[in-house]
C-alpha cells in the first residue's frame, strides 16, 4: 500500500512540474513573440520618422510612407503633407511626393468601404453601402489629385518639363466596381499593389532631365514646411467648409 502511494505521489509530482514547465514555457513564447511585436513596431517607427512626424497626418499616409520605406524606397525621395498657397488665401494640401528618376509620383490617399463607382471624366462618384441601400457623393478623386499635380507644377519653372504620374491609392475595405475613362499617367490602386505601379511607372519611362535637383529638393521641403504652418491649415479646413457650404442650410 505503502509502495502504491509513494508511486502515486511521484507520478503526480511529475505531472505538476510538467504542467508548471509547460506554463512557463508558453509564458516565455508569449514574452519572446511580445518583445518582437515591440521590435517590430519600433522598427516601423522609425523608418516612418525618417520621413515625417508619427502624429502628421492620417494613419493611411504613414501606412504608405511605410510600405515605401519598407520597400528600399530612399526617405529622401519622400514628402509628406504638402500645402501649395494658391492667390485668395486658397490652397492645395497634397498626401504625398515621391521624386524619382523618371519623373515626380504626387499620391491621394483615400479610405473608404463599400462599393464605388465612377469616371475619370464626371464631377462626383458613388460609394455605395448596405448593399445599395445606402448612396454617397464624393468629389472625383481623378479631378482633385490632377488639380494638386497643376499646382504644384506651378512652383518651379523646371517642373514644366517634369512627367508627372498621379497615383490614388485606396486604403480600406472598398471595391472599385465600376470605374471608367482613367486618363494616361493615373493609376488607381489598392494598397498592396502601390509597389506593382511605382515599379511599372519606372519600368515603362524613361530617366527625365532635372535641371536642378538641388532646387527640386529644396521646393518640396518648403511646401512640406508650409504644411506645418497651423494657421494655413485652419484657413483651409475652413476653405473646405465653405466650399461644402453645410453652415448655410437651415432646416
Same mark, same amino acid.
Given at each position: 500500500?505503502? !509502495?502504491?502511494?509513494?508511486?502515486?505521489?511521484?507520478?503526480?509530482?511529475?505531472?505538476?512540474?510538467?504542467?508548471?514547465?509547460? +506554463?512557463?514555457?508558453?509564458?516565455?513564447?508569449? %514574452?519572446?513573440?511580445?518583445?518582437?511585436?515591440?521590435?517590430? /513596431?519600433?522598427?516601423?517607427?522609425?523608418?516612418?520618422?525618417?520621413?515625417?512626424?508619427?502624429? =502628421?497626418?492620417?494613419?493611411?499616409? =504613414?501606412?504608405?510612407?511605410?510600405?515605401?520605406?519598407?520597400?528600399?524606397?530612399?526617405?529622401?525621395?519622400?514628402?509628406?503633407?504638402?500645402? +501649395?498657397?494658391?492667390?485668395?488665401?486658397? !490652397?492645395? #494640401? /497634397?498626401?504625398?511626393?515621391?521624386?524619382?528618376?523618371?519623373?515626380?509620383?504626387?499620391?491621394?490617399?483615400?479610405?473608404?468601404?463599400?462599393?464605388?463607382?465612377?469616371?475619370?471624366?464626371?464631377?462626383?462618384?458613388? #460609394?455605395?453601402?448596405?448593399?445599395?441601400?445606402?448612396?454617397?457623393? !464624393?468629389?472625383?478623386?481623378?479631378? #482633385?489629385?490632377?488639380?494638386?499635380?497643376?499646382?504644384? %507644377?506651378?512652383?518651379?519653372?523646371?517642373?514644366?518639363?517634369?512627367?508627372?504620374?498621379?497615383?490614388?491609392?485606396?486604403?480600406?475595405?472598398?471595391?472599385?466596381?465600376?470605374?471608367?475613362? /482613367?486618363?494616361?499617367?493615373?493609376?488607381? +490602386?489598392?494598397?498592396? =499593389?502601390?509597389?506593382?505601379?511605382?515599379?511599372?511607372? %519606372?519600368?515603362?519611362?524613361?530617366?527625365?532631365?532635372?535641371?536642378?535637383?538641388?532646387?527640386? +529638393?529644396?521646393?518640396? %521641403?518648403?511646401?512640406?514646411?508650409?504644411?506645418?504652418?497651423?494657421?494655413?491649415?485652419?484657413?483651409?479646413?475652413?476653405?473646405?467648409?465653405?466650399? /461644402?457650404?453645410?453652415? =448655410?442650410?437651415?432646416?
Amino acid at each position: 500500500m505503502d !509502495f502504491v502511494i509513494i508511486i502515486t505521489s511521484l507520478l503526480t509530482g511529475l505531472f505538476i512540474l510538467i504542467k508548471v514547465s509547460s +506554463v512557463i514555457k508558453k509564458s516565455n513564447q508569449r %514574452k519572446r513573440e511580445r518583445e518582437q511585436i515591440e521590435k517590430q /513596431i519600433e522598427k516601423e517607427r522609425e523608418l516612418i520618422s525618417s520621413v515625417t512626424s508619427l502624429s =502628421r497626418g492620417t494613419e493611411t499616409e =504613414r501606412l504608405l510612407i511605410l510600405e515605401l520605406l519598407e520597400n528600399e524606397t530612399p526617405p529622401i525621395t519622400i514628402y509628406h503633407d504638402l500645402i +501649395v498657397k494658391k492667390p485668395n488665401d486658397k !490652397f492645395s #494640401q /497634397i498626401d504625398l511626393v515621391l521624386v524619382m528618376t523618371e519623373g515626380i509620383i504626387v499620391f491621394e490617399i483615400k479610405d473608404y468601404s463599400g462599393w464605388l463607382y465612377g469616371s475619370g471624366n464626371t464631377t462626383n462618384w458613388t #460609394q455605395v453601402l448596405s448593399y445599395g441601400n445606402e448612396k454617397f457623393k !464624393f468629389y472625383n478623386p481623378i479631378k #482633385q489629385n490632377k488639380q494638386h499635380i497643376i499646382e504644384l %507644377k506651378k512652383t518651379l519653372k523646371q517642373f514644366k518639363n517634369i512627367p508627372f504620374f498621379s497615383v490614388i491609392v485606396f486604403y480600406g475595405d472598398c471595391e472599385l466596381k465600376e470605374i471608367s475613362y /482613367i486618363p494616361k499617367n493615373t493609376y488607381l +490602386v489598392k494598397p498592396h =499593389r502601390v509597389m506593382e505601379v511605382v515599379h511599372k511607372i %519606372k519600368e515603362e519611362n524613361e530617366p527625365t532631365n532635372y535641371t536642378n535637383k538641388r532646387e527640386v +529638393v529644396d521646393k518640396l %521641403k518648403e511646401l512640406v514646411s508650409m504644411g506645418e504652418n497651423v494657421d494655413y491649415q485652419e484657413q483651409h479646413i475652413e476653405n473646405i467648409n465653405d466650399m /461644402i457650404g453645410k453652415n =448655410r442650410i437651415y432646416d
